[in-house]
């Protein structure tokens, strides 16, 4: 269950980028969140993020990232409006509460606090895509001929937690095959049946640190200057990615400058869409930022085109 929530390779289109257009790609997206205010922006990157998702197969694993996602959403929806007091509409008078006082409820507070989760959901899911979308030791690659101790310690650290959910896996498996129950017992029972679960996992990640070392040993690591070996190229897939994210952050500039993409809730809400310039805006962003989506359903019903990137 917990492999989903880590990189598979899966030979799918979107996973074949070069890692540094998916950082741009991705960090284009995580901007844009953090500085659009207007809740049809922010509700049109999420719907374009599920279609990502969907398309490099991960929507098992998003869905483990929504539930935690919308139980912080549900928290920000009840502490927001009890806490700003700034909306005009009130919708319920409640009572006074020490430290707080009068608990005046508005509608201009809850629909801050939706908008306010929709962000939420949508920066989960932005990591989400990452987790699903490019594999870490590549991206790691990318800055091992600058810092190549460092890059070394982050690749051990951020493999050592999804390697230890395997071996726990493995190991439950090989127990349960013994005879070993682990959903049956008293609670000290079943504490120590986990208990020799564990000894065996901790006795598994020495060994398998131990094996690190003597490879690292067998390389040579640290006897002097080390060489980078790297077979990541810039495709056009690429150069129309990075084309894409940059004039879809252009356009969000441009249209953030004149007010296409803000949104103010207090004292009172604004209209959703004031004009159909809001519409052109959005529209304009989501197509570039469509551009990998749209390749990969050109890459797999289209012969000429997959020659071509």
């Known amino acids: 269950m917990f492999d989903r929530l880590f990189y598979r390779e899966k030979g799918l289109f979107l996973q074949s980028f070069h890692p540094a257009t998916v ?3 991705l960090l284009v997206l995580l901007i844009l969140s953090l500085i659009y205010d207007h ?5 049109a990157l999420f719907l374009l993020l599920a279609l990502l998702i969907r398309e490099v197969d991960g929507l098992d694993a998003w869905e483990g990232f929504l539930k935690a996602g919308v139980f912080l959403m549900l928290v920000v929806m009840m502490v927001n409006p009890l806490v700003i007091r700034a909306g005009k509409t009130i919708i319920w008078h409640g009572p006074a ?6 608990l005046d409820i508005s509608m201009e507070a809850l629909y801050f606090g939706a908008a306010s989760s929709l962000r939420l959901l949508v920066i989960i899911s932005i990591f989400c895509l990452y987790n699903l979308m490019i594999n870490p030791d590549r991206v790691l690659n990318l800055f091992s001929r600058i810092a190549g101790k460092s890059v070394l310690v982050m690749t051990l650290a ?12 493995r190991i439950r498996e090989v127990q349960q095959l013994r005879g070993v129950d682990f959903d049956t017992g008293s609670l000290w029972q079943r504490a120590k049946k986990y208990s020799g679960l564990y000894n065996v996992l901790l006795l598994s990640s020495l060994e398998g640190a131990m094996e690190i070392a003597e490879s690292m040993q067998a390389r040579a690591f640290g006897s002097g200057r080390r060489s980078v070996y790297s077979r990541n190229i810039l495709r056009p897939r690429d150069l129309f990615c990075l084309g894409g994210s940059l004039l879809a952050l252009l356009a969000a500039v441009w249209g953030l400058r004149y007010g296409y993409g803000r ?4 004292p009172e809400a604004d209209f959703l869409i004031k004009n159909g310039t809001t519409l052109a805006v959005l529209f304009i962003v989501l ?17 000429f085109l997959k020659s071509k990137i």
């Open 23 to 25: 950082l741009v790609y």
């Open 39 to 43: 809740p049809l922006y922010l509700l």
């Open 97 to 102: 509460v020490p430290f707080l006082g009068k």
């Open 158 to 169: 951020t493999r050592l937690f999804p390697t230890m959910v395997r071996d726990l896996q």
């Open 263 to 266: 949104y103010s809730f207090y």
């Open 287 to 303: 197509f570039y930022l469509s551009v990998p989506l749209i390749l990969s359903k050109g890459w797999k019903h289209c012969r």
